[in-house]
């Protein structure tokens, strides 16, 4: 099959090199160049694991490219995958959607499926339909899909090709039976993945509802994590006796500094959003969304509160700055509020990531340009550098090298040993000797 996809993010990248290993035909279109040029010689403009080698392995069958016109005019489908961010409202942005629709209709020169991955609001794919068969050149047709993607960032390859399900929506049968024909090959072995085919409406919200639902386990186990604090019960023992019940599950409860990232954040405020407007309040989606914005300060007023009530010229080593391990997203890291609250305070801040320090200085440097901005910030390119004559370290990302650590460096080579973990990295045997403080523990 002739598959174009637009947008080589995350899920866009992923999901063409995904289908190309499978046997398709897929030419990836983005408009930055940059990108374009990388992925032609082989590199992989985005940080996950086995992407590159697939991206080898598959090159025959893979094209990247700007020029849209060439890959989308007689593309069998069209794979939407660019960015759904959140307005200032909470409202989902579908400008790039409309943006690469607008070039979809300009270019079509046969009947087409067009497939929206991306995260989009109750209602979008009917509206895109809609659209793109009034914008069309006469005589053609464009039928349009739901597909949303489950993927988690750091397991993207892992995810794609054994995912926990495929949902598509659609309203006719043209198109269900492209779509079908087009993943046959992942519901059969060695992937056996789970082939569900819904109403457009249902699978758009199934995305939402699953995404939200991940989200208020996660601002749930924090917000028992903190009482647990309080009365002296162990989080991770607490877990462990509900994950057992299979009503409840193991996973997403780990509690920690609060869930970041590109999706998480925006999708529960976007459904909010979507739900206000119809007149429905989702109260749990509220209470998820605030518990988790106080969840990232969490740590980070109890070292204030340690330092007596100031931390201005105290220097404060930063691990982690990416929102979770095996990803160079800083998409709503909790590091981004805590660096900005420390400089803000005039601390000076040591920061360690193993690979995204270079996006972080970019990301932060509005923030340093700032008047009120009284703390300095170093990056550094190694654990022992970055503690090294700190008056505290914060924890924000459990990257193997922060949890393989020797935890004994710390009272070697800080200034005041004080470890405030966010990610619940060490034991609490293991750091009795320094002040220690992590979540729910
Ligand atoms: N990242 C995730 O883990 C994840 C998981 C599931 C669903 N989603 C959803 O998938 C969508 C994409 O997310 P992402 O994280 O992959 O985004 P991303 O920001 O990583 O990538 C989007 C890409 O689209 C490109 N683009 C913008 N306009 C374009 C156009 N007109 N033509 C071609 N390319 C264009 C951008 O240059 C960029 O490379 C979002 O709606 C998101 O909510 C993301």
């Known amino acids: 099959m002739k598959v174009a996809v637009a947008g080589t993010g995350y899920v866009g990248l992923v999901t063409g090199v995904a289908l190309a290993h499978i046997g398709h035909n897929v030419t990836c279109v983005d408009v930055d160049k940059e990108k374009v040029e990388k992925m032609k010689n082989g590199i992989s403009p985005i940080y996950e694991q086995d992407l590159e080698e697939l991206m080898l392995k598959n090159k025959d069958r893979l094209d990247y490219t700007l020029d849209y016109k060439n890959a989308y005019k007689d593309a069998d489908v069209i794979i939407i995958g660019v960015g759904t961010p959140e307005r200032e409202d909470g409202s989902?942005?579908?400008?790039?959607?409309?943006?690469?629709?607008?070039?979809?209709?300009?270019?079509?020169?046969?009947?087409?499926?067009?497939?929206?991955?991306?995260?989009?609001?109750?209602?979008?794919?009917?509206?895109?339909?809609?659209?793109?068969n009034d914008k069309v050149k006469d005589g053609i047709k464009v039928y349009?899909?739901?597909?949303?993607?489950?993927?988690?960032?750091?397991?993207?390859?892992?995810?794609?090709?054994?995912?926990?399900?495929?949902?598509?929506?659609?309203?006719?049968?043209?198109?269900?039976?492209?779509?079908?024909?087009?993943?046959?090959?992942?519901?059969?072995?060695?992937?056996?993945?789970?082939?569900?085919?819904?109403?457009?409406?249902?699978a758009e919200m199934i995305k939402y509802a699953s995404n939200d639902f991940l989200a208020l386990k996660i601002s749930y186990i924090n917000e028992i994590a903190n009482l647990c604090k309080k009365l002296g019960a162990n989080i991770e023992e607490v877990t462990k006796g509900m994950g057992y019940d299979s009503r409840i599950g193991n996973k997403f409860l780990k509690a920690g500094i609060g869930y970041g990232g590109s999706c998480f954040p925006k999708d529960t405020k976007a459904l909010h959003w979507l739900g206000q407007i119809e007149g429905v309040e989702l109260e749990t989606i509220q209470a998820c969304i605030s518990v988790n914005k106080k969840q990232k300060l969490v740590l980070l007023h109890e070292l204030i509160d340690d330092f007596g009530g100031s931390i201005e010229g105290k220097t404060i080593a930063v691990l982690g700055l990416t929102f979770k391990p095996g990803t160079d997203d800083l998409r709503d890291a909790p590091s981004i509020d805590n660096i900005s609250m420390l400089l803000d305070y005039g601390a000076n801040v040591k920061a360690y990531d193993p690979i995204s320090t270079e996006s972080f200085k970019k990301k932060i440097n509005f923030k340093l340009t700032d008047d009120g901005v009284k703390g300095t910030i170093a990056f550094f390119d190694n654990i022992d550098e970055t503690i090294k004559d700190a008056d505290a370290t914060m924890i924000m990302t459990e990257w193997p090298e922060v949890v393989n650590y020797n935890v004994k460096q710390y009272k070697k080579l800080m200034k005041t040993p004080r470890v405030y973990d966010g990610r619940n990295c060490y034991k609490l045997e293991d750091m009795k000797d320094i002040t220690y403080s992590s979540i729910g523990r």
Do not use: W
């Open 92 to 132: 989902a942005n579908l400008d790039y959607v409309h943006s690469v629709c607008d070039q979809i209709a300009e270019s079509l020169e046969k009947d087409c499926v067009v497939v929206l991955k991306s995260t989009v609001p109750i209602g979008t794919n009917d509206e895109i339909e809609k659209d793109l």
């Open 144 to 202: 349009v899909a739901s597909n949303p993607e489950f993927l988690a960032q750091g397991t993207a390859v892992h995810d794609t090709l054994y995912a926990s399900r495929i949902v598509v929506g659609t309203e006719d049968d043209f198109a269900a039976n492209i779509m079908q024909k087009l993943y046959e090959p992942l519901t059969k072995e060695p992937y056996n993945v789970p082939y569900l085919h819904t109403s457009r409406r249902s």
